[in-house]
């Protein structure tokens, strides 16, 4: 079976594997809720709540995946105006989107594959509404009268097209509207929730507007590293050649992994172009007709005569007025087209780049969506034993037992302290002296469960008068001990109540830890996941991947040497394993060595880094070699994949 038709079909064994993931994480967020309604004043309810958001997001992502397996989400992402609709329009081939030179696009609009082109409004409640066209190019729109209060509303434009059979594309307001500030928000909101790749759109004939796209990049790559980039540098058809090589050297030196693929690009010549063809099989289909009709055709062509047809000079980049007028025996008709110059015709091969490389995104779809679940999971799992190590299954944290103790140890001391009164001063007020107490016990009553007759009874011990000092203390004696007797069952049943609770929520602990231990197991280890991965990042731009793989290749040979000299000294010498700071501390100079000779970008290195020191209990006691080795190869897969 082809990998597009798996990617289409969900297989049995693979639904079985979904829904059994899902179970999972069902039980995490119910066990969750459970232990947490367990705790007295939910002293654990944040920790748990964490746990229960991420699973609830783990949920969320795989219900998604398995629902809609097919497609890619590519999100147009970029400063307005940078061309973000005129690129739909030319993926489309269509004249979709509204294009102005204004910030124009106000909303969302995600663009599905449909028989015939339907467009429809979502409504908050999620209801759908079809709109016509009209409606539609009005609504999408930024009003210029009321540009501060643009409804945020969200459209779904079908449409039949091929391209939209695998991918689902987003058209987005962008960055950088001075005139508002929500489009950035919205923007941001579906970068975030939708994007499985990113199509970052850059003005090309704006050369100053890099430094700052770069530092954008970077801090939108922070959510999502690991989805694919594809920068478009578009309306390359009005940038001087200056402007161009500028860009992309620019782009060349500070790529550092931020995009998969560079390609100069005009949504203009494509357009052009795409009229032309139309024109001409317009043109061809009625001459043919005509011609099996057998009628007399007549054709003739006009151009432009201030910018003639032929002149080799400057025609490059400029585009010609051409008209065709057909003469038939029923009547004439007239074409009129722009031609496009040599330079667009190049253009319109990167146009055919752009279509393959979402074909090649399209077959990768499995592996993104498992990766970022992937990803998703190991955030889980990480918040989970983060949260859970702070939970203390002990009697106590069930019952009110600290508190009942501490009253306890205070009316003992309270009744010591009237002891040693009377006994230093025979004529003490005795019921001056349990006044306070019994304040304080009159305060306390309901929380420390004190019936009323019992500090009644408490009080009838303590008589106006006594005859001498011993009968003073008895009378102490019997005004305390009746309370401090009941408060004493009290925290024994109470520790009771507490070590039972405790086990029975140490046991639903343990069973919620081990469903976090077999959701990390799994897990696929990342080998797994790169090895399957299908080489497809061919980027237009850069060549220098083949040297500098070569390069780190043989910097791997040495370092090699020196690991297995350590590991021969530390089994031999020592007759110890390495531990994992040895090998952190041995490859962080490696590290060091690589970023300052090769200027390897650090993100990679560490990537790598962490991925060789990945504790794998399968094998927990790799050597120096072994590590070393799994790091390199990590490090040129990284590199295949960003350079
Ligand atoms: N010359 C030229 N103009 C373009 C190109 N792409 C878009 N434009 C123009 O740039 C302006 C903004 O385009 P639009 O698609 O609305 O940008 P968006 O805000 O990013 O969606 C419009 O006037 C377009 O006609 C291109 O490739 N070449
Ligand atoms: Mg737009």
Request: glycine residues 2%; proline residues 3%.
């Amino acid at each position: 079976m082809s990998k597009q038709a798996q990617t289409n079909n969900m297989l049995p064994k693979e639904e079985q594997r979904l829904t059994r993931e899902l179970e999972k994480l069902l039980d995490v967020i119910s066990m969750c809720r459970d232990i947490n309604n367990d705790f007295r004043r939910q002293q654990f309810r944040k920790e748990f709540e964490e746990i229960e958001k991420k699973a609830l997001e783990v949920f969320k992502q795989q219900l998604l995946h398995q629902e809609n397996r097919g497609k890619i989400n590519l999100t147009i992402i970029g400063n307005f105006s940078s061309g973000k609709s005129s690129i739909i329009n030319a993926l489309l081939g269509d004249d979709v989107c509204a294009v102005k030179v204004n910030p124009t696009t106000s909303s969302i609009t995600r663009f599905i594959y449909g028989e015939e082109e339907r467009i429809f409004q979502i409504l908050s409640d999620g209801t759908k509404k079809e709109i016509s066209k009209e409606k539609y190019l009005e609504s999408s729109q930024h009003k210029i009268s009321n540009m501060e209060k643009t409804e945020v509303a969200f459209f779904e434009y079908q449409y039949p097209s091929p391209l939209l059979e695998n991918i689902i594309l987003y058209d987005t307001p962008g960055f950088e509207n001075p005139e508002n500030k929500t489009d950035e928000i919205v923007t941001k909101t579906v970068f975030k929730e939708k994007a499985d790749a990113v199509l970052f759109v850059q003005d090309i004939s704006k050369p100053s507007l890099e430094e700052t796209t770069k530092k954008r990049i970077e801090t939108l790559k922070k959510e999502k590293a690991d989805i694919p980039w594809i920068l478009v540098l578009n309306k390359a058809d009005i940038a001087s050649e200056e402007n161009i090589n500028t860009v992309l050297s620019f782009w060349k030196e500070n790529n550092n992994g931020l995009f998969n693929k560079v390609i100069v690009y005009s949504a203009k010549a494509v357009r052009d172009l795409q009229t032309i063809e139309r024109a001409q099989r317009e043109i061809e289909s009625k001459i043919i007709d005509a011609l099996l009709k057998k009628k007399t055709v007549s054709i003739s062509i006009e151009t432009d005569k201030k910018k003639p047809l032929f002149k080799k000079k400057r025609t490059s980049s400029r585009s010609q007025k051409v008209e065709i007028k057909l003469e038939t025996d029923e009547g004439t008709e007239i074409f009129e087209y722009q031609t496009v110059g040599e330079r667009d015709k190049k253009l319109f091969e990167a146009h055919k780049k752009l279509l393959e490389t979402f074909k090649e995104l399209s077959l990768q779809k499995e592996e993104l969506l498992e990766r970022r679940i992937q990803k998703l999971k190991k955030e889980l799992v990480e918040v989970a034993n983060k949260n859970l190590e702070k939970v203390k299954v002990s009697p106590e944290e069930f019952e009110p037992i600290q508190e009942l103790k501490e009253t306890l140890k205070f009316l003992n001391s309270l009744q010591e302290e009237a002891r040693s009164t009377v006994i230093r001063n025979p004529r003490a007020d005795l019921t001056a002296i349990v006044k306070d107490v019994l304040d304080y016990l009159e305060r306390k009553r309901k929380l420390l469960k004190l019936d009323s007759t019992l500090i009644k009874k408490s009080k009838k011990a303590v008589k106006e008068a006594y005859s001498n000092t011993r009968d003073k203390l008895e009378a102490i004696r019997d005004f305390f001990t009746p309370i401090i007797n009941h408060l004493e069952g009290q925290l024994k049943s109470l520790e009771a109540r507490g070590k039972e609770q405790a086990k029975h929520t140490g046991e639903k602990l343990q069973k919620l830890k081990d469903t976090i231990n077999s959701i990390n197991k799994s897990i696929q280890t990342p080998q797994k996941q790169t090895s399957r991965k299908t080489k497809s990042n061919c980027i237009i731009l850069n060549t220098r991947d083949l040297e500098l793989i070569r390069q780190v290749k043989s910097i791997w040979k040495d370092v090699l040497k020196d690991a297995l000299a350590a590991d021969n000294e530390l089994s031999h010498k020592s007759k110890r394993k390495s531990t994992i700071l040895e090998k952190w501390i041995f490859l962080k100079d490696v590290k060091k060595f690589l970023k300052k000779e090769l200027k390897i970008d650090e993100y990679l290195l560490d990537k790598a880094l962490k991925q060789a020191l990945h504790h794998d209990p399968r094998d927990p006691y790799p050597t120096f070699s072994e590590t070393v080795n799994s790091f390199f190869e990590y490090l040129v897969e990284l590199i295949n994949e960003n350079y």
